[in-house]
């Protein structure tokens, strides 16, 4: 498998998740996850947001608010069960979602939303992420979801005897999810990370510094040399609609999660309603690969 900064759309067809890891292993901290919210209206009309996310710099899609038992992404036409292979075929990217795992008994630091069943990593949801063909899972939680890292570790065990080796998880939070004790600084430990990884999380998702209280370079980079120990990969999110601040905040962002050493670089879904701000995706990009690599992930055909 090539590296993901040389893989084009039909490298990442024929690739399952086990071949995703190995490219981005290859390529060195330079890989760009964007996330979208699914069901939110575009941000011009003529164009998907996944497609908006992809042609600025984005090497993985990542569905947020999606329903498997209900599949919709606002600006895309396709039978349910197409839905993903059409984002796919229009995108060029590998797709993943997001699953939620609730936590029903856990002390909520606020008043919490309530989920429909296919967005909650349940057994059948999980089943259903198999039949829509995804490439990916993301076993987090949403603001007011009441999810925490206790049913994190179940919803990895599950996912991993449901899946196998077709779609890889990344598990963990970009923030608190309602839940208290399990935000800022304390919003994971080292602990937590042994467990998920030996759970089945091949990647573990960690809040770039900068993003939520308490998390510094040194401190987050002490759990991605964890992580790497046990060989699983770090994703370094921005979960807390930083992805709509200045471009300065964007790169100081981006290096600094480089410096921490992230495998994966994501970026959130609220810089515009549903979608990063396209130029900071793009700013991102630029600012851990460069503008060649970038400039290439932009404008590379889907028909290659």
Same mark, same amino acid.
């Given at each position: 498998?090539?590296?993901?900064?040389?893989?084009?759309?039909?490298?990442?067809?024929?690739?399952?998740?086990?071949?995703?890891?190995?490219?981005?292993?290859?390529?060195?901290?330079?890989?760009?996850?964007?996330?979208?919210?699914?069901?939110?209206? %575009?941000?011009? %009309?003529?164009?998907?947001? *996944?497609?908006?996310?992809?042609?600025?710099?984005?090497?993985?899609?990542?569905?947020?608010?999606?329903?498997?038992?209900? *599949?919709?992404?606002?600006?895309?036409?396709?039978?349910?069960?197409?839905?993903?292979?059409?984002?796919?075929?229009?995108?060029?990217?590998?797709?993943?979602?997001?699953?939620? *795992?609730?936590?029903?008994?856990?002390?909520?630091?606020?008043?919490?939303?309530?989920?429909?069943?296919?967005?909650?990593?349940?057994?059948?949801?999980?089943?259903?992420?198999?039949?829509?063909?995804?490439?990916?899972?993301?076993?987090?939680?949403?603001?007011?979801?009441?999810?925490?890292?206790?049913?994190?570790?179940?919803?990895?065990?599950?996912?991993?005897?449901?899946?196998?080796?077709?779609?890889?998880?990344?598990?963990?939070?970009?923030?608190?999810?309602?839940?208290?004790?399990?935000?800022?600084?304390?919003?994971?430990?080292?602990?937590?990370?042994?467990?998920?990884?030996?759970?089945?999380?091949?990647?573990?998702?960690?809040?770039? *510094?900068?993003?939520? %209280?308490?998390?510094?370079?040194?401190?987050?980079?002490?759990?991605?040399?964890?992580?790497?120990?046990?060989?699983?990969?770090?994703?370094?999110?921005?979960?807390?609609?930083?992805?709509?601040?200045?471009?300065?905040?964007?790169?100081?962002?981006?290096?600094?999660?480089?410096?921490?050493?992230?495998?994966?670089?994501?970026?959130?879904?609220?810089?515009?309603?549903?979608?990063?701000?396209?130029?900071?995706?793009?700013?991102?990009?630029?600012?851990?690969?460069?503008?060649?690599?970038?400039?290439?992930?932009?404008?590379?055909?889907?028909?290659?």
């Amino acid at each position: 498998m090539k590296r993901i900064l040389n893989c084009v759309a039909s490298d990442f067809a024929k690739a399952n998740g086990k071949e995703l890891l190995q490219s981005i292993q290859a390529s060195e901290g330079r890989t760009v996850v964007s996330e979208i919210v699914s069901p939110a209206a %575009p941000l011009y %009309p003529e164009v998907s947001n *996944p497609e908006m996310a992809a042609a600025f710099g984005a090497d993985f899609i990542l569905l947020n608010v999606f329903d498997v038992f209900q *599949p919709e992404v606002a600006g895309v036409k396709a039978d349910a069960d197409q839905l993903v292979e059409r984002v796919k075929e229009l995108t060029g990217r590998p797709v993943g979602i997001n699953l939620e *795992p609730v936590d029903i008994e856990a002390e909520a630091a606020e008043d919490l939303l309530t989920l429909s069943e296919g967005r909650v990593a349940t057994t059948a949801s999980l089943e259903k992420v198999k039949e829509l063909g995804l490439d990916f899972i993301c076993l987090t939680g949403n603001p007011k979801t009441g999810v925490s890292n206790n049913e994190i570790l179940k919803a990895i065990k599950r996912a991993k005897d449901i899946l196998g080796e077709s779609v890889f998880i990344i598990a963990g939070k970009m923030h608190g999810a309602g839940v208290k004790g399990e935000a800022g600084s304390e919003i994971i430990n080292e602990e937590t990370i042994q467990y998920f990884i030996e759970a089945g999380a091949e990647v573990i998702l960690i809040p770039s *510094p900068g993003t939520v %209280p308490g998390i510094s370079v040194e401190q987050a980079q002490k759990w991605v040399d964890m992580i790497h120990k046990y060989e699983a990969l770090a994703m370094l999110t921005i979960g807390t609609s930083q992805e709509g601040a200045d471009t300065q905040t964007i790169r100081q962002l981006a290096l600094q999660n480089k410096m921490v050493g992230a495998d994966l670089h994501h970026i959130g879904d609220a810089g515009y309603f549903g979608i990063a701000i396209p130029e900071n995706i793009m700013d991102y990009s630029i600012a851990i690969r460069g503008k060649r690599h970038t400039f290439v992930r932009m404008a590379a055909s889907i028909n290659r």
